[in-house]
């Protein structure tokens, strides 16, 4: 007579105990950007260029600075692997330390849009009425104008300088911000979760902050890496037209104006700030693409807000 699982309760156990446990459904956003190739490169990139500008004094051969006629328009070599200047100055030095300022503006920019789009955001989405026709106007006459045209109207009234620049691009980055968190607070204001926690008795405040922002923030995610790119492009941008970062001090724009004045002569003065920004933006880029395709498949965001509340 032949022994079945019913005769035996621990058999079932024991069988199930023993089957390979099969693989998460769901890796996590990461485990789901670490499959992302393209943007693994874009990152291990962007990580390099990071190390690189916060080890500067180290990584540089030369003072960014300093100055010997001697030295002037010599190719690129062991010695000076970028080259150097119409003043003798190493190029790979400059290029390496006008990476902080790049980097710091992308940083700066993000933080001032961050802070100033995503509450106007969450305000006029959750609101309305004339909150939010009056943030929207005001938003809209942002983006009417170029963001290159308002970023130099703003150093026009605050004056040229690297951190007059960064602010000019920060504000620039607002609209974005809000205009995504606006249309993101609207889809999900009506939710269940949303007007179950209302229901509680909760404030506005907390609706927005604690309830509805952490569901809006795989978009705003996306975002950083999207307008840390923009900004990084446009002080580059100023820089060149003379109104961001002042001489002598290096910056990857400056130095493609002053570069493309010597085209003959020093073929690879320009060259390497420009392999610099156009490296770093698409990095930036790549990285934002594969940020949102892994933030796709994630599930259960909602949820994780919905046990908390």
Request: proline share 7%; charged share 10%.
């Amino acid at each position: 007579m032949s022994v079945t699982a019913a005769q035996t309760p621990g058999a079932s156990a024991v069988a199930a105990d023993s089957r390979p446990s099969e693989p998460p459904a769901n890796r996590g956003t990461f485990g789901r950007l670490r499959g992302q190739r393209a943007g693994m490169a874009g990152l291990t990139a962007l990580l390099l260029l990071a190390v690189l500008a916060l080890a500067a004094p180290i990584v540089a051969p030369r003072d960014p600075l300093a100055q010997d006629r001697a030295d002037q328009f010599k190719a690129p070599s062991l010695a000076n692997p970028f080259g150097t200047d119409e003043f003798g100055r190493d190029i790979f030095s400059r290029v390496v330390y006008g990476a902080r300022l790049s980097l710091l503006t992308g940083a700066v920019a993000v933080l001032i849009a961050g802070l100033a789009g995503v509450p106007l955001g969450l305000l006029g989405g959750f609101f309305g009425g004339w909150v939010d026709a009056l943030t929207m106007r005001v938003l809209d006459f942002l983006l009417a104008v170029p963001a290159i045209l308002l970023a130099m109207v703003i150093i026009a009234i605050l004056g040229p300088g690297s951190l007059n620049a960064m602010l000019a691009v920060g504000i620039v980055g607002v609209p974005a911000f809000a205009r995504l968190t606006r249309a993101s607070t609207l889809a999900l204001k009506q939710r269940d979760f949303v007007l179950a926690t209302r229901a509680l008795g909760v404030g506005p405040f907390y609706l927005m902050f604690r309830t509805i922002l952490p569901n809006a923030v795989n978009p705003i995610l996306v975002q950083v890496a999207v307008t840390a790119s923009v900004a990084m492009l446009l002080e580059a941008a100023l820089s060149f037209l003379g109104l961001g970062t002042k001489p002598p001090d290096p910056s990857w724009g400056s130095m493609l104006n002053t570069g493309r004045s010597f085209l003959h002569q020093a073929p690879w003065y320009g060259l390497f700030p420009g392999i610099a920004i156009t490296g770093t933006v698409l990095s930036l880029n790549v990285v934002a693409d594969a940020l949102q395709a892994a933030l796709a498949g994630e599930g259960g965001t909602v949820n994780r807000t919905e046990r908390g509340a």
